[in-house]
């Protein structure tokens, strides 16, 4: 199973990509948790990344598909994946296309998109921040990165559904509920 996870910041991708994980035991990629990996040991893609991520910018698309394209040829990601940051373009998803194909992987199956209001994506990011003590998600951060996704990443909804891979999920209710929606939309 070779999955793409599609939502704004916050609307729960990584949360359910860890139980997707346990469910196909496949990794989940996480291009967000790589770079604050990144820029926690101070690496030089970290220190790069760090000023672009605190001011709620996207990073360049060179990091982003190197690191990506480094772990996709790792021995475990072989019979399958759950991708989640990436891609956050039509130009990247194209970019995994070929990448895979370079790799010698079959394509993407399905790519999941979490649907959560922008207000919705603004309260829990307020939340997390408080408890979590994030120093990216201040609220006009917040804003700005939904801004971001809505103009950049909300194509791929299109991409991925021209090529009949896309469902859509409603992002909110209780986990089990929302893990629920996805693995019947998996079916």
């Known amino acids: 199973m070779r999955l793409v996870l599609l939502g704004a910041p916050g609307s729960g991708k990584g949360t359910q990509g860890e139980k997707l994980v346990a469910e196909f035991g496949i990794p989940k990629i996480s291009t967000g948790d790589a770079l604050r990996a990144a820029v926690k040991a101070g690496t030089p893609l970290g220190v790069k990344a760090k000023a672009t991520m605190d001011a709620g910018q996207l990073v360049a698309n060179e990091i982003v598909i190197g690191i990506v394209e480094e772990r996709l040829g790792q021995e475990d990601a072989r019979k399958g994946f759950i ?3 990436f891609p956050r373009n039509t130009a990247q ?3 995994l296309d070929q990448m895979l194909s370079r790799l010698g992987q079959p394509a ?5 998109h979490l649907h959560v209001t ?6 829990r990011l307020l939340d997390r921040a408080q ?3 994030r120093a990216d998600d201040k609220e006009d951060v917040i804003r700005h990165r939904i801004a971001v996704y809505n103009q950049e990443t909300h194509p ?3 991409y991925y559904g021209q090529r009949n891979k896309l469902v859509t999920v409603q992002g909110v209710g209780g986990l089990e509920e929302i893990y629920t929606r996805i693995l019947d939309a998996l079916k």
């Open 93 to 95: 998803a194209q970019v």
């Open 83 to 85: 991708l989640d940051g």
């Open 118 to 123: 922008d207000e919705e994506i603004v309260k």
């Open 108 to 112: 993407v199956d399905k790519a999941v």
């Open 156 to 158: 791929l909804l299109d």
């Open 131 to 133: 408890k979590e003590g």
